[in-house]
């Protein structure tokens, strides 16, 4: 019988900074996917997850699009919901109090239809207690240049960047689209302007025809795809841009499993988020961030860091 020597085992160390903001763990809660923070306290433990990050919030509420808005595709979802939210005054008034009792960072995502409504976001939010960083949704059309999205020119992206950067002292995260030719151009561009993030991907356009009725599933037609579908782009979007920039790049795109998100952390992500998953099973990201534990235990890597892949 071999004598085997007992090794300790590691503690792994799986905290992370994103722009000057610590988090216990890089598993984050995406945008849109997690409602405004409270609906999956009885789901799943808040208090484990690295961060949440708050449904998309606009200056004024937004009913969002008609219905039907999702249909599932295989191995996807498409939603067109129309980022239908409450408007950030409710959300201060009437959410943000309830959300003080986490002990999780909370992020909250912005859109806007010009660059003013931006800037005028991110200085509502500076200074409210409880909010540790914005994220910066560049999808939207740009109302003032015929409804092109901001996410999709470089020029415009650098102009929202700036514009935040400009309203708070809050760190800044830029989610970026991947419906562009050169994902790396735009994350050049909004980087130089000062964010101190990038996270990626957006959901990819895309759409679906229901034969039987002989019309497009989703009344808008046109829809945002999301799920495991999407993973080999993202993860493709994330390599390059992890290595086009100096600041922290945050991956996300239909991430479901810990291996998902070991391969997004392999590509040099420092932070993972966890969207359309949580829909289907709420209690991912915790399963997700045990499963990361359990392999740098494994694997002896001492620092989430660590698990990075040279270029
Ligand atoms: C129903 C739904 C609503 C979403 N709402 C938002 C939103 O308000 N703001 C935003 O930046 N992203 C939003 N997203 C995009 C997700 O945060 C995420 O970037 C995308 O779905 C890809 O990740 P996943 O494949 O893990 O879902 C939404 C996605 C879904 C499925």
Not at 206 to 216: H, L, S, T, V, W
Not at 218 to 237: E, W, Y
Request: proline share 7%; aromatic share 4%.
């Amino acid at each position: 019988m071999i004598n085997q020597k007992k090794s300790t085992p590691i503690s792994p160390d799986l905290s992370i900074s994103i722009g000057g903001l610590g988090l216990k763990n890089p598993v984050l809660l995406a945008s849109g996917t997690c409602g405004y923070g409270m609906e999956l306290d009885d789901l799943l433990d808040l208090d484990q997850i690295g961060g949440i990050i708050i449904k998309g919030l606009s200056i004024r509420p937004r009913p969002g699009n008609s219905p039907p808005r999702l249909v599932e595709t295989p191995c996807g979802l498409l939603n067109s919901i129309g980022l239908e939210n409450m408007g950030i005054e409710a959300f201060l008034r009437d959410k943000l109090p309830l959300l003080r009792n986490i002990k999780t960072p909370l992020i909250v995502n912005i859109l806007g239809n010009s660059v003013e409504e931006y800037f005028e976001m991110a200085r509502r939010l500076d200074g409210a207690e409880g909010i540790k960083a914005i994220e910066v949704n560049i999808s939207c059309p740009n109302v003032k240049a015929g409804g092109i999205a901001f996410g999709t020119d470089p020029e415009t992206a650098a102009s929202v960047t700036h514009a935040v950067k400009k309203a708070t002292g809050l760190p800044i995260i830029i989610k970026l689209t991947p419906n562009v030719t050169d994902i790396t151009e735009i994350a050049r561009k909004v980087a130089s302007a000062g964010a101190d993030a990038i996270s990626l991907i957006n959901t990819l356009l895309g759409m679906a025809i229901d034969i039987k009725f002989r019309r497009p599933a989703l009344a808008n037609v046109f829809g945002g795809l999301s799920g495991p579908a999407i993973k080999p782009v993202a993860l493709r979007m994330v390599w390059q841009v992890v290595r086009a920039v100096d600041i922290p790049v945050i991956g996300i795109g239909g991430i479901s499993t810990p291996d998902d998100a070991l391969e997004f952390l392999m590509a040099g992500a420092r932070a993972v988020e966890i969207g359309t998953a949580t829909l289907i099973r709420p209690s991912t990201a915790e399963e997700v961030l045990t499963g990361i534990r359990d392999y740098m235990k494994t694997n002896n890597v001492q620092n989430v860091k660590n698990l990075r892949l040279p270029a």
